[in-house]
């Protein structure tokens, strides 16, 4: 009887995040990223323009605190949408890695990957060349558990190095470039897209450094480890950067949760992409959109209502059915 009751509530909350407001729309939450991360701003772009645009839709863009968090917040009811790592919410989907204590979660599906994340690695000390040169040194790899967290040690492995070589710290994007600015740390990672706002706050306050990854190391962690692409930072990116850096990315893909009506996220899917060549101008993360990358996810299932926009538009992408 308990059970059926917490079912009955269950099913009453859901019913409630989804519920149409004034006007029929269908009210979605969107838990994006830190106030410092490109999630967070992105997010609210795309959040603001969809309320204002698109038929029977308002998104609220609330903060997140990372990738993990951003599906367990799927998972309780606490979002309808969600940004995320491409490897995190594969991750999720089949309860491994950073989800092997929380089980499989899947209760969510695709909605569109948008742009790469590059694995940054930042620091003010020039001696600081290589992934290597970080042996003996402090170094922020991310919060702990988090996505950034795992592509630090899929980098350090890359080049031999294992967290017991270095000093670890487990902060924020805001935190990593504080620190670094302040010299109590001597680097850290930050995977988001580039520029990121933190970095791009620390490279005009002290000389800054992307330290990248060279091509024997980079093929060697794409074999190991197929969520990543290469990927390059170009010169100019950040202040005083002048040259091109080479590194590793994952992709930023936008989540939906499973009940969210395929209208809804039928109407979030062509708002973003019908329009996206016309709005670079409100972000930069407009100019990066393109439909065969938002269509390239094959380890989760897309949600009904992406599905059928991304057929029209001549896509074929697994969907929940299948």
Excluded: W
Excluded at 88 to 114: I, P, Q, R, W
Excluded at 115 to 144: F, H, M, N, R, W
Excluded at 205 to 219: A, C, F, P, R, S
């Amino acid at each position: 009887m308990k059970k059926f009751v917490a079912m009955i509530l269950a099913l009453v909350m859901a019913l409630s995040l989804v519920a149409c407001g004034g006007g029929g729309k269908v009210k979605m939450r969107f838990v994006t990223g830190g106030e410092s991360g490109t999630y967070y701003a992105f997010g609210g772009t795309i959040a603001q323009h969809a309320t204002n645009n698109a038929d029977g839709i308002e998104v609220t863009g609330l903060v997140g605190n990372g990738s993990r968090s951003n599906v367990l917040e799927l998972q309780d009811g606490n979002a309808e949408l969600a940004f995320c790592q491409s490897d995190v919410m594969a991750y999720a989907y089949d309860g491994t890695n950073l989800f092997k204590d929380d089980g499989k979660v899947d209760c969510f599906s695709t909605v569109a990957a948008l742009y790469k994340e590059q694995v940054q690695l930042v620091t003010c000390d020039p001696s600081i060349k290589t992934v290597a040169d970080l042996k003996g040194k402090t170094v922020s790899v991310g919060a702990a558990g988090s996505g950034v967290y795992f592509n630090a040690i899929d980098v350090l492995g890359a080049y031999g190095l294992t967290l017991d070589d270095i000093k670890p710290t487990y902060q924020s994007f805001g935190d990593t470039a504080n620190d670094i600015k302040d010299g109590k740390i001597d680097a850290g990672f930050v995977v988001a897209g580039a520029p990121t706002t933190a970095i791009v706050d620390l490279s005009t306050t002290k000389n800054t450094y992307l330290v990248g990854m060279d091509d024997e190391h980079i093929d060697a962690l794409l074999k190991a480890s197929p969520f990543y692409s290469k990927a390059t930072i170009p010169a100019g990116t950040y202040n005083g950067q002048t040259e091109d850096v080479n590194t590793v990315a994952v992709g930023a893909v936008i989540l939906a949760r499973n009940d969210i009506p395929a209208d809804a996220i039928y109407a979030l899917t062509a708002d973003i992409f019908d329009n996206y060549t016309e709005l670079g101008s409100s972000h930069a993360k407009y100019n990066e959109l393109s439909m065969d990358f938002a269509a390239s996810i094959t380890s989760v299932p897309y949600h009904p209502g992406a599905a059928k926009y991304f057929t029209e538009k001549g896509f074929n992408v697994p969907t929940l059915a299948e």
